[in-house]
């Protein structure tokens, strides 16, 4: 509808539910209120807007498409809709200013590289109902120092926290998650894994030998006692 548009503002209608693919693709907006009406936002609607800085939902959308706001390279916060569930695919990629997003409990999912390439990202808070984190979805976060894997999650995907160049902490609540290929791959500043459970529960995860590739030397932390890497 909008794509490629030089306009800096636009209005969107309170009769408006959905979003549709591409509709403000590479748009010249700045910034934009999502009405409480609109609970779908479908693929890449607003991709590649590169001077869209500030995002408000009014309402709670209930889905996102892959890549909504992918590219959005001056978008600094961003606080997520209620009722939304899964972070898709490519959803904040590259948005490279990208420094706080408040993620509220009730999402499960978070999708293959949701938040690659978010450089300035420093702040991430995940919820205790996330369950999956798919592959890359860290990717290059250069900034994040800190991040805790909830009790609920049972699955990540490989090479998760690649190339977080000052990542120190990594908190793992689950006993039940795998540590996958090259999870920490290229993590030079990692310090300390705090795990919550035994250094027996420790060895009995699921583990690739290749989890922490090229990470630096680090300690793990369990309830009773030490392991060194």
């Known amino acids: 509808a909008f794509q490629n548009s030089p306009m800096n503002k636009i209005t969107i209608p309170n009769s408006i539910t959905k979003i549709c693919e591409y509709a403000f693709f590479s748009c010249g907006i700045e910034e934009i209120n999502i009405p409480s009406s609109v609970k779908t936002i479908e693929k890449s609607a607003f991709e590649n807007c590169v001077s869209l800085h500030t995002v408000v939902f009014e309402g709670?959308?209930?889905v996102f498409g892959d890549s909504v706001f992918s590219n959005c390279t001056t978008l600094k916060n961003l606080t997520l809709p209620q009722n939304l569930t899964s972070i898709p695919d490519r959803t904040f990629y590259s948005c490279r200013s990208l420094e706080e997003i408040i993620i509220h409990e009730g999402i499960v999912n978070i999708g293959s590289d949701a938040f690659s390439g978010c450089e300035a990202l420093s702040s991430l808070t995940l919820p205790n109902t996330l369950s999956t984190i798919g592959m890359y979805a860290f990717k290059n976060c250069k900034m994040l120092k800190e991040i805790t894997i909830p009790q609920s999650t049972s699955e990540i995907?490989?090479?998760t926290f690649d190339s977080c160049a000052s990542l120190e902490i990594l908190t793992i609540r689950s006993k039940s998650v795998n540590l996958p290929h090259y999870m920490i791959f290229n993590a030079s500043a990692l310090k300390e894994i705090r795990f919550d459970g035994t250094?027996?529960?420790w060895n009995s995860l699921s583990k690739q030998t290749d989890w922490y590739y090229n990470a630096s030397h680090f300690t793990v932390v369990c309830?009773?006692?030490?392991?060194e890497y």
């Open 60 to 62: 709670s959308v209930d």
């Open 199 to 201: 250094i027996e529960e």
């Open 223 to 227: 309830t009773d006692g030490e392991i």
């Open 157 to 159: 995907d490989p090479y």
